[in-house]
T-cell receptor, first 117, second 112 residues
Framework: GAVVSQHPSWVICKSGTSVKIECRSLDFQATTMFWYRQFPKQSLMLMATSNEGSKATYEQGVEKDKFLINHASLTLSTLTVTSAHPEDSSFYIC?????????????FGPGTRLTVL | DAKTTQPNSMESNEEEPVHLPCNHSTISGTDYIHWYRQLPSQGPEYVIHGLTSNVNNRMASLAIAEDRKSSTLILHRATLRDAAVYYCILRDVTGANSKLTFGKGITLSVRP
Protein backbone atom coordinates (compact mmCIF):
# COMPACT_ATOMS: atom_id res chain seq x y z
CA GLY A 1 0.00 0.00 0.00
CA ALA A 2 0.84 3.72 0.11
CA VAL A 3 1.77 4.15 -3.53
CA VAL A 4 2.28 7.53 -5.15
CA SER A 5 2.49 7.83 -8.92
CA GLN A 6 3.68 10.64 -11.16
CA HIS A 7 3.00 11.32 -14.79
CA PRO A 8 4.89 11.75 -16.98
CA SER A 9 8.08 10.10 -15.80
CA TRP A 10 10.07 12.30 -18.15
CA VAL A 11 9.36 15.19 -20.47
CA ILE A 12 11.35 17.24 -22.94
CA CYS A 13 9.98 20.59 -24.03
CA LYS A 14 10.99 23.74 -25.81
CA SER A 15 11.81 26.90 -23.94
CA GLY A 16 8.72 29.03 -23.33
CA THR A 17 6.21 26.21 -23.18
CA SER A 18 4.29 25.07 -20.11
CA VAL A 19 4.50 21.60 -18.66
CA LYS A 20 2.03 19.91 -16.31
CA ILE A 21 3.08 17.12 -13.96
CA GLU A 22 0.48 14.97 -12.19
CA CYS A 23 0.87 13.36 -8.81
CA ARG A 24 -1.62 10.75 -7.60
CA SER A 25 -1.96 8.80 -4.39
CA LEU A 26 -3.22 5.45 -5.61
CA ASP A 27 -4.42 3.70 -2.49
CA PHE A 28 -4.90 6.39 0.11
CA GLN A 29 -6.30 9.87 0.47
CA ALA A 30 -3.68 12.56 0.84
CA THR A 31 -4.68 15.53 2.93
CA THR A 32 -1.32 17.14 2.25
CA MET A 33 0.93 16.93 -0.78
CA PHE A 34 4.41 18.31 -1.27
CA TRP A 35 6.45 19.18 -4.34
CA TYR A 36 10.24 18.93 -4.34
CA ARG A 37 12.90 19.71 -6.92
CA GLN A 38 16.27 18.03 -7.18
CA PHE A 39 19.20 19.20 -9.29
CA PRO A 40 22.00 16.76 -10.24
CA LYS A 41 24.24 15.73 -7.33
CA GLN A 42 22.14 17.77 -4.91
CA SER A 43 19.55 17.00 -2.27
CA LEU A 44 15.80 17.48 -2.53
CA MET A 45 14.55 21.03 -2.09
CA LEU A 46 11.00 21.58 -0.97
CA MET A 47 9.12 23.89 -3.32
CA ALA A 48 5.63 24.00 -1.86
CA THR A 49 3.08 22.36 0.39
CA SER A 50 -0.55 22.01 -0.59
CA ASN A 51 -3.69 20.95 1.20
CA GLU A 52 -6.71 19.73 -0.71
CA GLY A 53 -9.03 22.56 -1.63
CA SER A 54 -6.78 25.39 -0.51
CA LYS A 55 -3.94 27.42 -1.96
CA ALA A 56 -0.43 26.05 -1.83
CA THR A 57 2.19 27.43 0.53
CA TYR A 58 5.42 28.13 -1.30
CA GLU A 59 8.91 28.05 0.15
CA GLN A 60 10.99 31.18 0.10
CA GLY A 61 12.45 31.89 -3.32
CA VAL A 62 9.96 29.76 -5.25
CA GLU A 63 7.87 31.77 -7.69
CA LYS A 64 4.22 30.87 -7.23
CA ASP A 65 3.24 32.34 -10.60
CA LYS A 66 5.79 30.18 -12.35
CA PHE A 67 5.11 26.94 -10.50
CA LEU A 68 1.35 26.58 -10.34
CA ILE A 69 0.08 23.94 -7.93
CA ASN A 70 -3.47 22.62 -7.89
CA HIS A 71 -4.52 20.12 -5.24
CA ALA A 72 -7.93 19.43 -6.76
CA SER A 73 -8.83 16.29 -4.85
CA LEU A 74 -7.60 14.06 -2.05
CA THR A 75 -5.77 11.89 -4.58
CA LEU A 76 -4.50 14.33 -7.17
CA SER A 77 -2.13 17.29 -7.22
CA THR A 78 -0.66 18.93 -10.29
CA LEU A 79 2.41 21.09 -10.78
CA THR A 80 2.51 23.29 -13.87
CA VAL A 81 5.83 24.83 -14.84
CA THR A 82 4.82 27.87 -16.85
CA SER A 83 7.03 29.35 -19.55
CA ALA A 84 9.73 26.83 -18.84
CA HIS A 85 13.37 27.74 -19.43
CA PRO A 86 16.53 25.61 -19.45
CA GLU A 87 17.27 26.52 -15.83
CA ASP A 88 13.98 24.83 -14.85
CA SER A 89 15.38 21.50 -16.05
CA SER A 90 15.37 19.31 -12.98
CA PHE A 91 13.97 16.21 -11.29
CA TYR A 92 10.57 17.03 -9.80
CA ILE A 93 9.29 14.77 -7.05
CA CYS A 94 5.93 14.84 -5.33
CA UNK A 95 5.09 13.45 -1.93
CA UNK A 96 1.83 12.70 -0.19
CA UNK A 97 0.86 12.33 3.42
CA UNK A 98 -2.20 10.34 4.41
CA UNK A 99 -4.64 11.78 6.85
CA UNK A 100 -6.53 10.12 9.68
CA UNK A 101 -3.87 8.68 11.91
CA UNK A 102 -0.92 8.14 9.62
CA UNK A 103 0.25 11.71 9.74
CA UNK A 104 3.84 10.91 10.43
CA UNK A 105 4.76 9.10 7.23
CA UNK A 106 5.25 10.68 3.84
CA UNK A 107 5.28 8.70 0.63
CA PHE A 108 7.11 9.81 -2.46
CA GLY A 109 6.44 9.48 -6.15
CA PRO A 110 9.05 8.15 -8.59
CA GLY A 111 9.86 11.61 -9.90
CA THR A 112 9.52 13.42 -13.24
CA ARG A 113 12.62 14.44 -15.14
CA LEU A 114 12.06 17.71 -16.99
CA THR A 115 14.45 18.82 -19.71
CA VAL A 116 13.90 22.22 -21.27
CA LEU A 117 15.69 22.81 -24.55
CA ASP B 1 13.22 21.59 11.74
CA ALA B 2 16.33 20.73 13.74
CA LYS B 3 19.47 19.91 11.82
CA THR B 4 21.11 16.51 11.41
CA THR B 5 24.71 15.66 10.60
CA GLN B 6 25.73 12.59 8.63
CA PRO B 7 29.04 11.45 7.12
CA ASN B 8 29.25 12.04 3.39
CA SER B 9 29.72 8.43 2.43
CA MET B 10 30.26 4.90 3.64
CA GLU B 11 31.28 1.63 2.02
CA SER B 12 30.19 -1.82 3.04
CA ASN B 13 30.49 -5.38 1.83
CA GLU B 14 27.56 -7.37 0.57
CA GLU B 15 25.83 -9.54 3.18
CA GLU B 16 27.50 -7.72 6.07
CA PRO B 17 25.71 -5.42 8.53
CA VAL B 18 25.86 -1.67 7.99
CA HIS B 19 25.58 1.00 10.65
CA LEU B 20 24.74 4.46 9.36
CA PRO B 21 25.19 7.16 12.04
CA CYS B 22 23.32 10.42 12.44
CA ASN B 23 23.89 13.23 14.93
CA HIS B 24 21.08 15.53 15.97
CA SER B 25 22.26 17.32 19.08
CA THR B 26 19.57 20.04 18.91
CA ILE B 27 16.64 17.63 18.69
CA SER B 28 13.52 18.73 20.53
CA GLY B 29 11.12 16.61 22.50
CA THR B 30 8.53 16.53 19.71
CA ASP B 31 10.94 15.68 16.88
CA TYR B 32 10.60 12.26 15.34
CA ILE B 33 13.68 10.75 13.69
CA HIS B 34 12.95 9.65 10.14
CA TRP B 35 15.11 7.77 7.68
CA TYR B 36 14.49 7.75 3.96
CA ARG B 37 16.65 6.43 1.17
CA GLN B 38 16.90 7.38 -2.47
CA LEU B 39 18.10 5.06 -5.17
CA PRO B 40 19.54 6.66 -8.33
CA SER B 41 16.92 8.41 -10.46
CA GLN B 42 14.08 7.50 -8.10
CA GLY B 43 12.01 9.26 -5.47
CA PRO B 44 12.88 8.77 -1.81
CA GLU B 45 11.63 5.65 -0.07
CA TYR B 46 10.53 5.54 3.56
CA VAL B 47 12.76 3.31 5.67
CA ILE B 48 11.90 3.75 9.31
CA HIS B 49 11.14 6.29 11.99
CA GLY B 50 11.12 6.52 15.76
CA LEU B 51 10.81 8.84 18.73
CA THR B 52 12.59 7.37 21.75
CA SER B 53 12.62 3.58 21.64
CA ASN B 54 14.54 1.45 19.20
CA VAL B 55 12.46 0.36 16.23
CA ASN B 56 12.59 -2.62 13.91
CA ASN B 57 10.86 -3.31 10.63
CA ARG B 58 11.43 -5.55 7.64
CA MET B 59 13.87 -3.12 6.07
CA ALA B 60 16.04 -1.99 8.95
CA SER B 61 16.47 -1.23 12.63
CA LEU B 62 16.75 2.19 14.22
CA ALA B 63 18.80 2.54 17.37
CA ILE B 64 18.20 5.79 19.24
CA ALA B 65 20.60 7.03 21.89
CA GLU B 66 19.19 7.49 25.37
CA ASP B 67 19.67 11.27 25.19
CA ARG B 68 18.23 11.23 21.62
CA LYS B 69 21.12 13.31 20.34
CA SER B 70 22.17 10.61 17.91
CA SER B 71 20.77 7.60 16.16
CA THR B 72 21.97 4.74 13.97
CA LEU B 73 20.23 3.07 11.07
CA ILE B 74 21.15 -0.58 10.91
CA LEU B 75 20.88 -2.68 7.77
CA HIS B 76 21.37 -6.22 9.00
CA ARG B 77 22.65 -7.72 5.74
CA ALA B 78 23.55 -5.28 3.02
CA THR B 79 22.67 -6.18 -0.55
CA LEU B 80 23.69 -4.46 -3.77
CA ARG B 81 20.16 -3.05 -3.93
CA ASP B 82 20.80 -1.15 -0.70
CA ALA B 83 23.29 1.14 -2.42
CA ALA B 84 21.60 4.53 -2.12
CA VAL B 85 21.66 7.92 -0.43
CA TYR B 86 20.27 7.62 3.07
CA TYR B 87 18.72 10.67 4.67
CA CYS B 88 18.29 11.16 8.41
CA ILE B 89 15.60 13.78 9.00
CA LEU B 90 13.99 15.26 12.09
CA ARG B 91 10.35 16.15 11.86
CA ASP B 92 8.24 17.92 14.45
CA VAL B 93 4.84 16.31 14.16
CA THR B 94 3.03 18.86 16.28
CA GLY B 95 2.66 21.31 13.39
CA ALA B 96 -0.28 20.86 11.05
CA ASN B 97 1.91 21.05 7.97
CA SER B 98 5.19 19.87 9.38
CA LYS B 99 7.46 18.97 6.52
CA LEU B 100 10.48 16.85 5.71
CA THR B 101 13.60 18.92 5.04
CA PHE B 102 16.33 16.92 3.34
CA GLY B 103 20.03 17.40 4.04
CA LYS B 104 22.85 15.94 1.95
CA GLY B 105 22.47 12.43 3.32
CA ILE B 106 25.04 9.68 3.35
CA THR B 107 25.91 7.78 0.19
CA LEU B 108 26.18 4.06 0.86
CA SER B 109 28.18 1.94 -1.53
CA VAL B 110 27.97 -1.86 -1.33
CA ARG B 111 30.83 -3.98 -2.62
CA PRO B 112 29.99 -7.42 -4.04
Amino acid sequence: GAVVSQHPSWVICKSGTSVKIECRSLDFQATTMFWYRQFPKQSLMLMATSNEGSKATYEQGVEKDKFLINHASLTLSTLTVTSAHPEDSSFYICSARPGMGRQDTQYFGPGTRLTVL
Amino acid sequence: DAKTTQPNSMESNEEEPVHLPCNHSTISGTDYIHWYRQLPSQGPEYVIHGLTSNVNNRMASLAIAEDRKSSTLILHRATLRDAAVYYCILRDVTGANSKLTFGKGITLSVRP
